[in-house]
């Protein structure tokens, strides 16, 4: 089973960017889909973004669609998400994952898939 460390969360000020990264270990990181999600307080766990193993296909939440890109360097075991024009809303931690899938019953890990440990994102109006 893959292993995932995020990083890269903080506090920034409205329209600013940040950067997160999600460092794998195992040697089938390249074999997954990889998506991140985020769970502001009080809500459910929410899909931000995907991208196939190879990173030629792409889809966004329609709430960060235009403003974030989803990349991945598959040589190092790393998928990344850049946040442009931050919103207070995009406020929660978020969470890189393998191979997303979404059912009838919503998003949920494939066989083998896993969760990282989550980066706290916090954006000020």
């Known amino acids: 089973q893959v292993q995932l460390v995020e990083s890269g969360g903080g506090l920034v000020q409205a329209g600013g960017s940040l950067r997160l990264s999600c460092a794998a270990s195992?040697?089938?990181?390249?074999?997954?889909?990889m998506g991140w999600f985020r769970q502001a307080p009080g809500k459910g766990r929410d899909f931000v973004a995907q991208?196939?193993?190879?990173?030629?296909?792409?889809s966004y939440a329609d709430s960060v669609q235009g403003r974030f890109t989803i990349s991945r360097d598959n040589a190092k075991n790393t998928v990344f998400l850049q946040m442009n024009n931050l919103k207070p809303e995009d406020t929660a931690v978020y969470y890189c994952?393998?191979?997303?899938?979404?059912?009838?019953?919503?998003?949920?890990?494939?066989?083998?898939?896993?969760w990282g440990q989550g980066t706290q994102v916090t954006v000020s109006s």
């Open positions: 195992g040697r089938t990181f390249s074999t997954y889909v």
């Open positions: 994952a393998t191979d997303p899938r979404l059912t009838a019953s919503g998003w949920i890990l494939g066989p083998g898939g896993s």
């Open positions: 991208i196939t193993w190879s990173g030629g296909l792409t």
